[in-house]
């Protein structure tokens, strides 16, 4: 958005604490946040399925990274 000469708070939502949620009806999650946190997904997926039961895999993005789409979103925010 800043990029775009758009005020970036705009595009910035708080999300619900899943991972909380999940752990507050009997769950197991697991928040991923860098690149490093994303090379144990495969891991944490094999765990989950021989485990079983209610399990959530929150993947945050990044902020700061334009996507292809975000000029033609930001034409229309003009």
Known sequence: MANKGL???????KA?????????VG???RRFTSVNDIAALPDA????VAVGG???FEITINANVELAVSS??????R
Do not use: C, M, N
């Open 45 to 48: 997926l094999t765990g989950a």
């Open 7 to 13: 005020q970036p708070e705009l595009a910035v939502l």
């Open 72 to 77: 033609e979103i930001a034409e229309h925010l």
């Open 54 to 56: 209610l399990r959530l």
């Open 16 to 24: 619900p604490d899943f991972i909380g949620l999940v752990h507050a």
């Open 27 to 29: 769950g197991k999650g």
